[in-house]
């Protein structure tokens, strides 16, 4: 029996196929839509963290400043640098530092058999490099702590520097000369995207243990401290305690704000993630009213098919047919008119993704390319988009289904 009423309603569904042809294409145009709006907010999205990854999302940088206020008789507009010593005092005295590193650094003459290069030569501990994300290529290593204690010669370089001075060879175990001064390269910066940065890309840096550093180039003053809290959610509390230990080693008030100044990638990851997650919903809603507009199709053609179609609802009903069959038989043309044009939308929107993703993008690439060109066709877009689209087939076909099922028989059989 129901393999009968099932036959039935598909015979009906395709005596209708050109009449819903156009509300099909409207519905795989909706799909589509909705399918590509997402993947591509959701690769927006992710284009964003992995971007602020590139700096470090997990730190707190703190650089000189100047005072904005007079405190305790001393004018303002005093210049506050940071030392070394800030280093211990700063761990002695805040328990929630998990890793700290001093970063100095100066422009220098790098050279290789003859190739020269001026670059940024920047001193730092060993813990740098799980803070700002530097991380290794294969066969390399980034400075240890014995480099440090020793104060050895030992360059970590950025790949576009080693791209420069070594073309297509493996610079590891090499010697380069920083003004003159031997060092073996450890090893190379592994590729990756960078959007925020200070003196430009890490690509283009050379990193040496800060004990070595000091002894090449003498500077009196830190450029910045680099933190990490134990736990991010202290990362606000964290700058007021640096501010307040400081405050009172160079005498400048708590509240003042300019004294020294405070890079909080933490903050600024969670800001930017909320921010992409947003852009990303938006165009989902977006999405999901273009395939609203379709579904309103759907109804308004369906009501119109009930009306045509009156009197042999009337004769069904006549020789027996119950309402839920009824109700069934127009559910499952809706159904059908839905199944077709979401599965055509789904299948362009698959294949234009994949097309995309094919798209070759440099690590260097910050623009457009990098934030949009790689849409994520993720298996939960497609249980979100499943979910929207059970909810505008039932709202869609339910309401006309349930005026066709509560014609009266007897008027049915007289509609003209």
Not at 98 to 107: D, G, K, L, Q
Not at 187 to 215: A, L, R
Not at 245 to 261: E, T
Not at 378 to 402: H, K, Q, R, T, Y
Request: charged fraction near 20%; glycine fraction near 8%; hydrophobic fraction near 45%.
């Amino acid at each position: 029996m129901r393999m009968q009423l099932l036959h039935l309603y598909w015979n009906e569904f395709r005596k209708r196929q050109k009449k819903t042809s156009l509300i099909t294409f409207a519905i795989a145009w909706g799909a589509l839509s909705l399918l590509l709006l997402m993947s591509f907010g959701r690769g927006l999205s992710n284009a964003g963290s992995v971007s602020f990854k590139g700096l470090g999302s997990t730190m707190i940088m703190l650089t000189r400043g100047q005072t904005s206020k007079p405190y305790q008789g001393l004018p303002r507009a005093r210049r506050i640098h940071i030392h070394m010593e800030d280093l211990e005092l700063l761990k002695r005295q805040i328990p929630g530092i998990a890793m700290i590193s001093p970063e100095a650094n100066n422009s220098h003459n790098i050279s290789y058999r003859g190739k020269e290069s001026n670059r940024s030569v920047n001193g730092v501990y060993p813990c740098f490099a799980e803070m700002r994300s530097q991380i290794p290529a294969a066969g390399g290593r980034f400075i240890n702590d014995l480099d440090q204690e020793k104060a050895r010669r030992v360059a970590f370089i950025g790949w576009n520097v080693a791209k420069e001075l070594f073309g297509d060879s493996n610079p590891v175990g090499k010697e380069i000369r920083i003004e003159q001064t031997p060092f073996t390269v450890i090893g190379v910066m592994k590729k990756k995207q960078q959007s925020s940065m200070y003196q430009g890309p890490d690509s283009e840096t050379v990193y040496i243990p800060f004990s070595t550093f000091c002894q090449i180039d003498f500077q009196r003053f830190l450029d910045r401290i680099h933190i990490r809290p134990a736990d991010p959610r202290d990362a606000l509390f964290m700058e007021n305690q640096v501010r307040r230990v400081l405050g009172r080693k160079y005498r400048f008030a708590d509240d003042d704000a300019n004294a020294v100044n405070f890079w909080n990638t933490i903050r600024d990851y969670e800001t930017g993630a909320k921010i992409f997650k947003g852009i990303e919903i938006f165009l989902s809603i977006i999405g999901a009213l273009t395939l609203l507009i379709g579904a309103v199709g759907v109804t308004n053609l369906m009501y119109a098919v009930v009306k045509e179609r009156t009197r042999e609802i009337g004769i069904k009903m006549a020789l027996g047919a119950r309402r839920r069959h009824i109700v069934m038989q127009f559910f499952l043309e809706t159904f059908a008119i839905f199944f077709k044009g979401t599965l055509w939308g789904t299948l362009i929107a698959f294949n234009i993704v994949s097309l995309v993703n094919l798209v070759p993008i440099g690590y260097e690439d910050f623009g457009i390319k990098a934030y949009l060109l790689r849409p994520i066709f993720s298996l939960d877009i497609l249980i979100v988009f499943l979910v929207v689209l059970c909810v505008l087939v039932f709202v869609s076909g339910i309401f006309p289904a349930l005026r066709a099922s509560r014609q009266n028989p007897i008027e049915a059989l007289r509609y003209e």
